[in-house]
């Protein structure tokens, strides 16, 4: 079983950065890959970035689009914790950020039906 709390979350002026946290709790917390998401209003969830360990103390990210460039995504082990590095922030990044997790890389990534999710923490972004 793994519990997801996210938070960092806030109010923030276009231009500005965010740091995202992901608590994990549950044993298997190491082996799963992570990821974030995002739902502003009206609109449907999307991923933003997700990541998962590829052997030795090598990790895989992966990114959408409106990410790359501005976002990154790391996990800290030792802690049990994952995290989203949010700078350049735009307004239309205004959003309820959610953490996934789950066993599959190919369930979390492409279907974004992960099996373990946050309740979210909500970053607002400013003109």
């Known amino acids: 079983q793994v519990q997801l709390v996210e938070s960092g979350g806030g109010l923030v002026q276009a231009g500005g950065s965010l740091r995202l946290s992901c608590a994990a709790s549950?044993?298997?917390?190491?082996?799963?890959?992570m990821g974030w998401f995002r739902q502003a209003p009206g609109k449907e969830r999307e991923f933003v970035a997700a990541?998962?360990?590829?052997?030795?103390?090598?990790?895989?990210?992966d990114y959408a689009d409106s990410a790359k460039g501005r976002f990154t995504i790391s996990r800290d082990n030792a802690k049990n914790t994952m995290y989203l590095q949010m700078n350049s922030l735009k307004p239309e990044d205004t959003a309820v950020y959610y953490c996934?997790?789950?066993?599959?890389?190919?369930?979390?990534?492409?279907?974004?039906?992960?099996?373990?999710w946050g309740k979210g923490t909500l970053v607002t972004v400013s003109s």
């Open positions: 996934a997790a789950d066993p599959s890389w190919n369930i979390l990534r492409l279907s974004g039906g992960a099996h373990y």
């Open positions: 549950g044993s298997t917390f190491r082996s799963y890959p």
């Open positions: 990541i998962r360990w590829s052997g030795g103390s090598t990790y895989h990210a």
